[in-house]
């Protein structure tokens, strides 16, 4: 794999991902056989936001790998409640580990991180930006359930402004062939304008509808998310609006008998718990099939042998990035690296948020 | 072995848990021997109310076997703080890890969770109900100890009321022939009835006396417990009550010089520091002999493959358990399972709890 | 080793702490043959206080040698929340793992737990008072980036009255002949007069500086520390005194070219971020050593298979430390040990606090 680290799943190019997928697969058939590749070397959780879920699947990936495991998820008992920066934080355990995982509230993080690692970084969900290895769980499913990545009609359903698994998920999907989205939402929480953009300047399609029951029958694959209740003007709006994206066996009626059912986890109450019964539900072997992609990716990159941290070399700027989110406005020391967007703006080289110059 | 969840000790029979209890001294013997025996395999502690004592008993168990760890012991690091059901969570880690330990504050927890889970579970404390590892660790202690789990004169000191570590123990140990109880405790805080009916119907026997000091010359072993300040109904009651039931250097002259003493630990001051300095006392062996008794247990649930969730397919009713800490009062989800218990009563499948109709 | 536990780094004669040095730089020089010489052993850390750096060097370092790891660093979830005592959790503990590394916010806590615990004792930091692992770092550090541990010139800056590391490294630098620590500090924060007194009666020699610019010129090393704001008498006071401990690229140009800087980490501001990339900087990899040095010390100790407790059997006093910060304050059931030292004075052998009789 020519990238050490892994920030957005659009590190690895169309080929690296399809190995990934299939040396995921290789393992899931004859785990014995993997279960030794790692000994010796550690993984570092380092989750600045807790999530059990995500850490637990990191954790298992390495130990069913034979490697071991050090990390927190609780920053409060780390040194960082003693004033101490990112930057060293992570110097000091990319001097410990083989391979860190890190989570944290702030976007762009994992970015800032391989600055400063000798060991090579995954971005385990930097704030509201990125979640990699959530995209990758989902196209491992994907693969088997489906048999093929591209030529896919796939519904995603929920919050589609807010839900980064949902926009990773069009991002690496439109890189394939003749894949068509059918976006469910309610007008407020529909997909930004780029990632329309992404999907418009690929082989790809996509069709905007606001009710699930109508999308039902086209879809081979249904990606359901959680809608938060914040996210509505007021809880009368929410309720109105909360059932028509609630999957249940109702609703299900109208779809194919081959559709899978697909989500991130965890689910609140957008499927009632007795589509869990229905053979189209995939959520829960979407879990197991995300930890044996961590398998094959935390692999993969560990072939990779340079203790370099990346430099990240880019035509740096005298700005610091707009997002009031962005790693780059509480960790001081980190300089502004920009893209040029046109125009005036910069594309923050972190959080990949526009400022205007 | 039978069962594959082991929820009450008594899921197991008592061949299985002899044949436990003699595995576990072999693992003490010849601990070598089985320092590879679950390589590969995972367990996970899942602790959504902290106790580290049983926590790191499980873990040293599961290490000393050669196999790995994962879990949480912090309930609000977890995706239950988003709202996740026991269902789900149970559902996803089942698929990560080899076997569950579980303890929850709410009763019946570990035999929902054995619904859900493909992994093997262990109750490792459910509320006030049970927690049969403590129990496994008290009888592999006896066994030891003294040579023979029948025809002993077992005194049990303390709040017996509330104590599930005496009730535990009593419903195990009364499926052996020839031992007598002795219940020392106030008449507030006495065995309850349901107890007393299974040492009836037992070989078994037992005698109610209101003094430690009293029922001390008879006693081939002295289980002590705590008496947790909140059961008295004063502060004077508690201070009156509670230095009758303290163990002391004292009160232990009446004693055999061949008497065990054990404790579940952790002990606060109901036996005096001085008498850990006694050979008699046998509480902190009793935990060394409590990791023996989770390797073995371990050891033996893992033999069985089977991957399927316990449907645990009884005769389900349109009733709620009346038991307020009862996990079906709030994971809603859960069907209301019964078995009837004579007249109008039912007796939840979950927490043991009885309902009238 | 002679010593079971390792409570202060004087518990070790010069020669033990010269092989372990030595064992240090063989295992970083050839680590794949260090990698399973502690399998089946299981390190335990207590981290009554949480320090997440410390925490994952001793766990790093026990993983890389094949070892396992149990512990905690929340005692909020621990069974200290239920009022068990040290000396419980300690026996238990001691009874689970084969060697155990505690840190307590109380002074003279390993000390006390050595009393208690089958497994040999690691202290990791208890209070103010020592942090042995530390000290173990900068020497290995030391012996590696300066070829020798005699005959240098060692800056130690910041905090010299509260600082503990400092303390320490004096105590174990001043064993070896002819080193000259320059003490650089504000009169209000210099080093303690009980450790002049050792350097004088050491074949070593200190001076004591207020700048840390005039004294640059003449180090080999230059130790930094952290001063805490909390130390100073006014934000004023602290503003004005704190820019002259900082160590920034300006005061670094009267240094030599050979000489090392060193830092215990964390690190808040008192050294500029730009002085990472000078050459001279290497209190990163100093956190390597640190990690070499711990797997050196662990793999020692377990040569040792005395499992008694340490029975510390000193003159004890019908005495209370007048220690208001020592374990022996809040432990009751723990004796009074001194020493005398002198006149009407004790010295207290858990914390080395001093009392008047």
Redesign the interface.
Known sequence: MKTKNVIDLTDLSHQELTDIIKLANEIRERP?EF?DVC??K?L?TLFYE????TQ??F??AM??L?G?I?????P??????????L??TI???G???DIIAIRHPSEGTAAAASMYSAAPVINAGDGGHLHPTQTLTDVVTLYNEMGRLDHLTIGLCGDLKNGRTVHSLIKTMSTFKGNKFILISTPELSVPQYIKDIINASECDYEEIGSLTEAMPGLDVLYMTRIQRERFASEEEYKKQNGVFVLDKEKLKAARKSMKILHP????DEID?EV?YDERAKY??Q??YG?YGRMALIMTMLKNTDRTPDPRVYPTHPFRCSNPNCISRTEK?LPGIFREAGGDMLLCRYCEGRTLI
Chains 1, 2, 3 share one sequence.
């Open positions: 014995k279960g000994k010796g550690i570092a807790p999530s059990t879920r637990m699947s954790q298992t130990l069913r034979g071991s050090i990390g927190f998820d609780n409060q008992n780390s040194s960082v409640s003693k004033g101490e920066s930057k060293d110097t000091v355990v001097g410990y580990a986890l965890p689910r609140v718990v869990d829960f072997e879990t197991v930890m020391y």
